[in-house]
């Protein structure tokens, strides 16, 4: 089991920045990859952003140039850097490890901080 614990979110002018955290309870360079997914109401949970084990970040077109996500392998944290945050960019972030064991594939999820960016 990963334990996966947010923190971070709030509520943000456009414009603004926001930076999540998501501590894991064991060493992330065990996990294949971390992400950052969010879900918006009445829409589908989408990927934001992801962190593989060997440090490769990968982004949604959609946050390119504005989100970075980043983290420390000593704190065992992944965060993730929001600027010039839009009122689209409002939902619930969820952190996200991917693990495979033995090939079988684990999905661990964070509860979920609350992002709302208003206009």
């Known amino acids: 089991q990963v334990q996966l614990v947010e923190s971070g979110g709030g509520l943000v002018q456009a414009g603004g920045s926001l930076s999540l955290s998501c501590a894991a309870s064991t060493n992330i360079l065990s996990i294949r990859e971390m992400g950052w997914h969010r879900q918006a109401p009445g829409k589908q949970r989408e990927l934001v952003a992801a962190?593989?084990?060997?440090?490769?970040?990968a982004y949604a077109d959609s946050v390119k140039g504005r989100v970075i996500i980043s983290r420390s392998l000593a704190k065992n944290t992944v965060y993730l850097q929001m600027n010039s945050l839009k009122p689209e960019d409002t939902a619930v972030y969820y952190c996200?490890?991917?693990?495979?064991?033995?090939?079988?594939?684990?999905?661990?999820w964070g509860q979920g901080t609350q992002v709302t960016v208003s206009s």
């Open positions: 996200n490890a991917l693990r495979t064991r033995d090939g079988v594939r684990e999905d661990y």
């Open positions: 962190i593989s084990s060997g440090g490769d970040a």
